[in-house]
């Protein structure tokens, strides 16, 4: 089975993020393997296991996402690839990674794709279906459970908190869902050789990419950290007056009508 | 100079803090109260390979450094300081000798089942009358035909209710008045072997600290591990590396009792403000940060020492003492800040006190640590 992981690094949510003139402070913060992808990694680790092949790594940015590969290796992950988009590109939107990965992966003959439901950071959930969709192959979203069985895959995806069972073909990408497993803490001896590992690093023109064909199509406006939260209020009296008093703080306050 | 941790060593200190915050921490306070050993946890470490981290990758080992050693023991015991000590134990007094002078046979045998996890690895030296004063041992082994025949007693010993097997040191023979002592290595299951696990700590009180009393036993005398006679010197060795362990424990302890001081300030409120934004919290958080760091860094550097084949028993002896000192000190200051939440179990600064005290006396206490370093410059 040849399975592909397509992986993210994202800053850790659970750390301290200041944002200073519109953009996140990298020096500082901390970073993490998407946790969605995380499951995705774990997913693959047990599929390889259980039916043989091979689980390669593949994310797209700069030197610095050499980390988050080294620790998928260090799980368990065969090989990794980092397309290296540091110095062609500026930005990039879901349109631009769908394509440079799905470039990457149409002649690999993937059975399987798999890659987090979301990213914590953009959280667009957009990738992972833009590529199967340029792949031409089936997807099925946010799954919490995968059996394979030859080329048949049955699946349990989490639909707003119920389950839909269905099942689906080969090759497949799918995205995870928290739930679909525990992913492991990588083993010493992962460790100790994560850094023999294969690690191939492509840029744009080894993919024959041109920058104009990847740039974003969609442009960031502005990024803000949550607003503080503050004690709520409860209303008082009548309950007509308070429907009058809601709706104008509705208008006035929060400005949403 | 060059003060980055490598690629594998920030790789293990991020899995081992993850780990020591999922998996270790939620179950401390509890453990404390009701003395379990930590068996889940290390079964889990098995699994990760970590059990055998610096021995040769033949017997079952990882072939890691004692920097990365020196990261596992921090962590865990940031989380709790029993899982650290049974940790720094197994690796350095268990595992050690028999990397460190037994034969091919002897670690096929003895250390790799230390390295899976089968055994915790344990070590006998201390006895009634003596510990570092080796000339108080009384435990005797004499040569019996092809056995050693042993009558004795140790006490304080870790993990040995775990351990499968482990090496002490015994009185072999008595030249010129002297004791010649030597290392040997004793089943546990050995008929004549008892281990007692009935001590009440101050702390550390899901360790396993045991008195082994031996009567008659009997072992083959290639259970003897180095050479006869060695006993002590290799014992000697093997503390060194210990050393760096406890360090690394109290390192881990006051980390644990700084960071729960920070954030307990940064919330508390008295007299309108937060306790941080008084300059005498301030000072007191400053000068924790100050000597962990510096501690923190002496055990490095006698890691890469060791790591580096150079000497590193002055080294050793200043980061145990050093980091122990400061971590009572940290531990205490918490607990001050604290006020008297901190003398409740529930905001666990008080355990870290209680264990953080084993750390000035194990393994040599400061006051040996002082006749180490003393020695070593010259006096």
Same mark, same amino acid.
């Given at each position: 089975?040849?399975?592909?992981?397509?992986?993210?690094?994202?800053?850790?949510?659970?750390?301290?993020?200041?944002?200073? &003139?519109?953009?996140?402070?990298?020096? &500082?913060?901390?970073?993490?393997?998407?946790?969605?992808?995380?499951?995705?990694?774990?997913?693959?680790?047990?599929?390889?296991?259980?039916?043989?092949?091979?689980?390669?790594?593949?994310?797209?940015? &700069?030197?610095?996402?050499?980390?988050?590969?080294?620790?998928?290796?260090?799980?368990?992950?065969?090989?990794?690839?980092?397309?290296?988009?540091?110095?062609?590109?500026?930005?990039?939107?879901?349109?631009?990674?769908?394509?440079?990965?799905?470039?990457?992966?149409?002649?690999?003959?993937?059975?399987?794709?798999? &890659?987090?439901?979301?990213?914590?950071?953009?959280?667009?959930?957009?990738?992972?279906?833009?590529?199967?969709?340029?792949?031409?192959?089936?997807?099925?979203?946010?799954?919490?459970?995968?059996?394979?069985?030859?080329?048949?895959?049955?699946?349990?995806? #989490?639909?707003?908190?119920?389950?839909?069972?269905?099942?689906?073909?080969?090759?497949?990408?799918?995205?995870?869902?928290?739930?679909?497993?525990?992913?492991?803490?990588?083993?010493?001896?992962?460790?100790?050789?994560?850094?023999?590992?294969?690690?191939?690093?492509?840029?744009?023109?080894?993919?024959?990419?041109?920058?104009?064909?990847?740039?974003?199509?969609?442009?960031?406006?502005?990024?803000?950290?949550?607003?503080?939260?503050?004690?709520?209020?409860?209303?008082?009296? #009548?309950?007509? #007056?308070?429907?009058?008093?809601?709706?104008?703080?509705?208008?006035?306050?929060?400005?949403?009508? | 100079?060059?003060?980055?941790?490598?690629?594998?060593?920030?790789?293990?200190?991020?899995?081992?803090?993850?780990?020591?915050?999922?998996?270790?921490?939620?179950?401390?306070?509890?453990?404390?109260?009701?003395?379990?050993?930590?068996?889940?946890?290390?079964?889990? %470490?098995?699994?990760?390979?970590?059990?055998?981290?610096?021995?040769?990758?033949?017997?079952?080992?990882?072939?890691?450094?004692?920097?990365?050693?020196?990261?596992?023991?921090?962590?865990?015991?940031?989380?709790?300081?029993?899982?650290?000590?049974?940790?720094?134990?197994?690796?350095?007094?268990?595992?050690?000798?028999?990397?460190?002078?037994?034969?091919?046979?002897?670690?096929?045998?003895?250390?790799?089942?230390?390295?899976?996890?089968?055994?915790?690895?344990? /070590?006998?030296?201390?006895?009634?009358?003596?510990?570092? #004063?080796?000339?108080?041992?009384?435990?005797?082994?004499?040569?019996?035909?092809?056995?050693?025949?042993?009558?004795?007693?140790?006490?304080?010993?870790?993990?040995?209710?775990?351990?499968?097997?482990?090496? %002490?040191?015994?009185?072999?023979?008595?030249?010129?008045?002297?004791?010649?002592?030597?290392?040997?290595?004793?089943?546990?299951?050995?008929?004549? /072997?008892?281990?007692?696990?009935?001590?009440?700590?101050?702390?550390?009180?899901?360790?396993?600290?045991?008195?082994?009393? %031996?009567?008659?036993?009997?072992?083959?005398?290639?259970?003897?591990?180095?050479?006869?006679?060695?006993?002590?010197?290799?014992?000697?060795?093997?503390?060194?590396?210990?050393?760096?362990?406890?360090?690394?424990?109290?390192?881990?302890?006051?980390?644990?009792?700084?960071?729960?001081?920070?954030?307990?300030?940064?919330?508390?409120?008295?007299?309108?403000?937060?306790?941080?934004?008084?300059?005498?919290?301030?000072?007191?958080?400053?000068?924790?940060?100050?000597?962990?760091?510096?501690?923190?860094?002496?055990?490095?550097?006698?890691?890469?020492?060791? !790591?580096?084949?150079?000497?590193?028993?002055?080294?050793?002896?200043?980061?145990?003492?050093?980091?122990?000192?400061?971590?009572?000190?940290?531990?205490?200051?918490?607990?001050?800040?604290?006020?008297?939440?901190?003398?409740?179990?529930?905001?666990?600064?008080?355990?870290?006190?209680? !264990?953080?005290?084993?750390?000035?006396?194990?393994?040599?206490?400061?006051?040996?640590?002082?006749?180490?370093?003393?020695?070593?410059?010259?006096?």
């Amino acid at each position: 089975m040849n399975i592909f992981v397509l992986v993210k690094r994202t800053f850790d949510t659970e750390e301290k993020i200041v944002v200073t &003139g519109g953009a996140i402070q990298e020096d &500082g913060a901390e970073f993490i393997i998407n946790p969605y992808d995380e499951y995705a990694i774990e997913e693959a680790i047990q599929v390889r296991d259980a039916q043989g092949g091979e689980v390669t790594v593949v994310t797209l940015g &700069g030197e610095d996402a050499e980390k988050q590969l080294r620790t998928a290796l260090a799980m368990g992950a065969d090989k990794a690839v980092l397309i290296n988009t540091e110095d062609d590109l500026d930005e990039l939107d879901q349109f631009s990674a769908a394509y440079i990965l799905a470039e990457y992966l149409k002649d690999k003959e993937a059975d399987l794709i798999l &890659g987090g439901n979301v990213a914590i950071d953009g959280g667009s959930g957009q990738v992972g279906p833009r590529v199967a969709e340029l792949l031409g192959i089936n997807y099925v979203t946010t799954i919490t459970k995968l059996e394979i069985d030859g080329k048949t895959v049955k699946i349990v995806r #989490d639909v707003e908190g119920d389950s839909e069972v269905l099942e689906a073909e080969l090759p497949l990408l799918v995205t995870a869902q928290q739930g679909l497993n525990e992913p492991r803490y990588p083993s010493l001896p992962g460790i100790m050789k994560a850094k023999k590992k294969p690690l191939e690093e492509l840029e744009l023109d080894d993919l024959d990419i041109d920058e104009d064909d990847v740039k974003a199509k969609t442009t960031t406006v502005e990024i803000y950290l949550p607003a503080q939260k503050v004690a709520g209020r409860v209303l008082e009296g #009548d309950l007509s #007056d308070q429907v009058k008093e809601l709706v104008s703080l509705l208008h006035s306050e929060a400005k949403v009508v | 100079m060059n003060f980055d941790l490598t690629s594998e060593q920030q790789m293990i200190r991020k899995t081992m803090k993850e780990f020591a915050d999922e998996v270790v921490a939620p179950g401390a306070i509890e453990r404390d109260r009701t003395k379990a050993f930590p068996k889940e946890i290390f079964k889990q %470490l098995a699994d990760m390979g970590m059990m055998g981290l610096p021995f040769e990758e033949e017997y079952g080992g990882a072939g890691a450094d004692t920097t990365s050693f020196a990261i596992v023991t921090e962590e865990l015991s940031r989380a709790c300081a029993s899982t650290g000590i049974t940790y720094s134990a197994h690796i350095s007094l268990g595992g050690a000798p028999l990397h460190l002078f037994g034969t091919k046979e002897q670690k096929e045998k003895y250390l790799t089942p230390i390295c899976t996890g089968e055994s915790f690895g344990a /070590f006998g030296l201390t006895e009634p009358n003596a510990g570092s #004063d080796a000339g108080g041992t009384e435990t005797q082994a004499k040569e019996d035909g092809q056995d050693f025949v042993i009558n004795g007693s140790k006490v304080y010993i870790t993990n040995a209710s775990y351990a499968k097997h482990l090496a %002490l040191t015994a009185i072999t023979d008595i030249k010129d008045g002297k004791k010649e002592i030597s290392a040997i290595i004793v089943p546990t299951d050995a008929e004549g /072997f008892t281990v007692l696990d009935r001590y009440e700590k101050m702390g550390l009180n899901a360790s396993n600290t045991t008195e082994l009393i %031996l009567e008659n036993v009997r072992v083959p005398q290639e259970n003897l591990l180095g050479k006869k006679g060695n006993g002590f010197r290799q014992f000697l060795v093997t503390l060194d590396g210990g050393r760096i362990g406890i360090a690394a424990m109290a390192v881990g302890i006051a980390q644990a009792a700084f960071e729960r001081a920070l954030s307990y300030s940064k919330e508390r409120k008295q007299f309108g403000q937060t306790l941080s934004s008084f300059q005498v919290t301030q000072f007191k958080l400053a000068d924790m940060a100050m000597k962990i760091e510096l501690a923190r860094n002496m055990v490095y550097k006698a890691s890469w020492l060791k !790591d580096e084949g150079k000497p590193f028993t002055k080294e050793a002896a200043m980061a145990k003492l050093y980091a122990s000192e400061i971590a009572m000190e940290i531990a205490d200051q918490a607990i001050q800040i604290h006020g008297g939440y901190g003398y409740m179990k529930e905001y666990e600064v008080e355990r870290y006190m209680r !264990d953080a005290k084993l750390l000035e006396i194990g393994e040599g206490t400061s006051e040996v640590q002082r006749m180490v370093i003393a020695r070593q410059i010259g006096c």
